[in-house]
Structures are given as structure tokens and as C-alpha cells.
């Protein structure tokens, strides 16, 4: 008896032993945190961050005259003088300049831009289109143009044109490749040294509610979604199409102003001492921009799993927010499963 309970006492010494020098998140099966991130074994990335805008992809982004749901110069960069000027460090110039080159047609003479988040053509049939990068392409100064998109709705009731807004994931519909349209598909943003992760299947948590995602586009960094990301995350439904501005003078702070749901807000040509507010009386037009992001507390799992796909940018099927929660399933996570891989994240 002396034997057993020497033999049991030396067994549990060892197992307050083995608890001391496991790793911290060993009881968890959480993998430990790197730069802000879990990467789970199998390939999946577990993180929590803001939820920024990203409206690419969606008809109203660009559109002439700058009034669309995004700035023009978040989706191109100057050539000044043979040299590639960042958009987002000169943003006052770049939309100036931007100005000067739509106003002349992107004619000979006018400012040339390195475009990224829009379609490029040629200034004019039998003119070949000008590379500012391997694939990219330059549009001003006679060495190409915007792509046209199709026409949407403006807060005034007119029919304007747009910008084919692109993003780096295309899907296939009715057997065409096309980019995928961020006021209908939930997407996410992940940084451009990352892109080998576009495709990927993902799951969203805000609040009690969950989405079902794909990584759509690039950017400077994670924590960017689509405008119907944020409207499921919001709202759980994917809400009418919001016209664009301009907002003239004349029908500032109406109702449709005011009833403004977010990720949209109006952004006054004056900035923001001249929003809607009692006792004042706005002095300039507005526009209507997809800013509206969410603060924080957004929680993401990005899987390493992808749907059916033809080479890197490419999905062979119609993205559907069904199509998105069936090749979830279909790769074995449950809700369930995906809450308590969350769960390694800890309580906020």
C-alpha cells in the first residue's frame, strides 16, 4: 500500500509539474498570439480589430465629378514628372489634379495617374494602353481612360455615370468573370503582402451577430470590409441601394440627410463644421461617403479553405451569401466550432 501511494503521490507531482511549464494557452488548445494574431493548425487566422469601409467593387465607389461613395485618390496614385506620388500622402493634389484630368477628357497634356481600383482602357482605339506597373495601368495624358461602369441613382434623382470600380477577387457570373460587388457580397480586406490569401473562406463577429465572408480585395492592412459586410453586421440584412451625393445646398439637412445609416454619412464640402445640427445653417454642398466604420470588437476568422477557384483570382461560381455559408459548412466548421475557436480571444 506504502508502494501505491508513493507511486500516486510522485504521479501527481509530475502533473502539477507538466501544468507549470505548459504553454499558457496549452489548457485553450489556443495557439499563442502573434502580431495581434492566432493562426490556428490548421492554416486558419483568428484576430480582432476595427472594421474600416471598403466600398470597392460596388458601382457608386467612383464616378465622375468625385461624388462617389469613396474618393477617387484612395484608388489611384499621381505620376509627377516620371515619378509615382502616393495618393493617400498628397491627397489635396491628387484630387485636384484628378480634376484637371477629367475636365481636359485625359487628354494629351493632362495629369497622368497609376490606377489601382479602377479599370483602365485606351484614351482611343489603336492606342495602346501605357503600364505604370505590372499590372497596372496609367490613364491621363493620352495613355488611357477610366472604364465606364453602369449608371446609378444621386440623392437629386438623376441618372449618373460611374467608374468601373475593380477588386483583385473576381467570381463568374452567367459564365463572365466580373469583380465582386461589395454592396451585395460580404468581403474582407487583406494586406497586398498577403494576396496569396485571396479566395478565402471567413467568418465575422460583431455583437451577437455572425457572417459569412470572403477575402475579396487588398490593401494597406486586415481590418477592411464591404459595404454589405457591414450592413449584415449591423443591421443582419443587406440594406437598399443608398444614392450618391452631390447633396446641393438647397436640400441640405432633409430627411434623407438626417435618416443617413451607417457605413454611409454626409461629408459637407466644407468639412465638419458644417454638418446638420440645430442652430446652424450649412453653407456648402455634402456627398454621401461609405466611412462609417466600426470602432472595434469585430471578430474574424479567416480559413484556409477557398471555393472552387481557376487559378488565383478567380472563383468559378456566383459568390451568394449561401453559396459563402455552404463552402463554410462543407469544410467542417460549424458555428459552433468557429465560437469556441473565437473564444481563444478571450471576453471584451
Known sequence: ?????????????????????????????????????RVFPDGAILMRTELAVNPDGTAASYVPGDHGYTYVANGVNLIDKG?????????????????????????????EFCVFALE???????????????????????????KLGKKVSAFDGSEVDTYLSTTSL??????KPVYV???????LVVPRGQSSLLG??????????????????????????????????????????????????DQR?????????????????????????????TTSASDIRAYDGIGGHVVTIILAKKPPMKGKRLVTEELTIDHLH???????YSSDKLNEMASCLGKK
Open 326 to 332: 455552404q463552402w463554410v459548412l462543407d469544410a467542417g
Open 253 to 281: 439637412c432633409t430627411k434623407a440627410e438626417l435618416d443617413l445609416k451607417a457605413p454611409f454619412l454626409s461629408k459637407p464640402d466644407d468639412g465638419e463644421d458644417d454638418l446638420c445640427k440645430p442652430g446652424h445653417v
Open 120 to 146: 483602365a482602357v485606351p484614351y482611343k482605339a489603336g492606342i495602346p494602353q501605357s503600364k505604370c506597373e505590372s499590372d497596372r495601368y496609367v490613364v491621363g495624358n493620352g495613355k488611357g481612360r477610366p
Open 83 to 111: 515619378e509615382k506620388r502616393d495618393c493617400l500622402d498628397n491627397f489635396t493634389l491628387c484630387r485636384r489634379k484628378w480634376k484637371e484630368a477629367e475636365t481636359a477628357d485625359f487628354a494629351p497634356g493632362s495629369p
Open 181 to 187: 460587388d461589395s454592396a451585395a457580397i460580404p468581403g
Open 200 to 249: 478565402s473562406l471567413a467568418w465575422v463577429r460583431y455583437g451577437d451577430r455572425e457572417v459569412f465572408a470572403i477575402v475579396n480585395d487588398t490593401g494597406p492592412k486586415f481590418g477592411e470590409g464591404s459595404v454589405a459586410l457591414h450592413q449584415l453586421l449591423r443591421y443582419g440584412a443587406i440594406q437598399p441601394f443608398q444614392p450618391i451625393g452631390p447633396i446641393w445646398l
Open 1 to 37: 500500500m506504502f508502494l501505491s501511494i508513493h507511486i500516486r503521490m510522485i504521479a501527481a507531482a509530475l502533473a502539477v509539474s507538466a501544468i507549470l511549464t505548459a504553454p499558457a494557452d496549452a489548457a485553450t488548445k489556443c495557439p499563442k498570439a502573434a502580431h495581434g494574431r
Open 170 to 175: 473576381k467570381h463568374t457570373v452567367d459564365k
